[in-house]
C-alpha cells in the first residue's frame, strides 16, 4: 500500500477559499481517487454550513509530479445549525490521537459554526458529539472503500477527539515576494 494526498478545497462565497489534505493509504491512485469522491467528500458536507460548498478534489502521489487527479465538484454544505455564520477564521479543532503514541494529526473545521451551536467561546456539546460520531463512521467508511485515514508515518486514524473550545484559525493571505 501507497501514501496518497487528499485535498478538499472549500469555498464560500466568491472570496473566501480553504482547504483540507488529508493522508490515506490505498492500492493505487485510482482507489484513493475514487474513496476521496465517492465517500470523503460526500461525508465532510455534514460538516458545512449550507452556505459553504466543496468546490474540488485533488488526489496525488507525494513526491510523484503530475500524478495527480483532480475533480470538480459543487457538494454543498448539509449543517442544520440556524443563526448566522461566525467568520471563517472561528473553526472547530478536532484531533486524532495515534493508539502508539506521538503527536495526534489535527483538522480544523470551517463553515460550520453558527451563533446558535456555539456560544462563550466554546461548541456546543451536541455538535461535539455529531463530530465524532461523524468521523468515526467516516474512518470506518473510508477504510471500507481501500482508502485508510492515516498520519504522516502511516499509523491509521481510529480516535477522533474534537475540542470544545472554538479555535481562532487565520485564513490564507497572499504573500507579497521578497526582492
Not at 102 to 108: A, E
Amino acid at each position: 500500500m501507497a501514501q496518497f494526498l487528499i485535498q478538499i478545497k472549500y469555498q464560500r462565497g466568491v472570496g473566501e477559499k480553504w482547504s483540507n489534505v488529508w493522508r490515506v493509504e490505498a492500492a493505487d491512485l485510482f482507489t484513493a481517487s475514487a474513496a476521496a469522491l465517492d465517500t470523503l467528500a460526500p461525508a465532510l458536507a455534514i460538516f458545512l454550513n449550507p452556505s459553504c460548498q466543496i468546490v474540488e478534489v485533488l488526489t496525488s502521489t507525494p513526491g510523484v509530479p503530475g500524478a495527480f487527479i483532480s475533480a470538480a465538484e459543487a457538494i454543498v454544505g448539509t449543517n442544520t445549525g440556524s443563526g448566522g455564520i461566525l467568520p471563517l477564521f472561528n473553526c472547530v479543532k478536532v484531533l486524532f490521537p495515534l493508539l502508539g503514541g506521538g503527536r495526534p494529526d489535527l483538522k480544523y473545521l470551517k463553515g460550520l459554526l453558527t451563533e446558535s451551536n456555539s456560544g462563550d467561546e466554546q461548541v456546543n456539546s451536541d455538535v461535539l458529539t455529531g463530530i465524532i460520531s461523524g468521523f468515526t463512521t467516516l474512518i470506518s467508511e473510508m477504510a471500507d472503500a481501500g482508502a485508510t485515514l492515516v498520519d504522516n508515518s502511516g499509523a491509521n486514524y481510529s480516535v477522533v477527539t474534537p475540542q470544545s473550545a472554538i479555535q481562532m484559525r487565520q485564513m490564507h493571505r497572499k504573500r507579497r515576494r521578497s526582492p
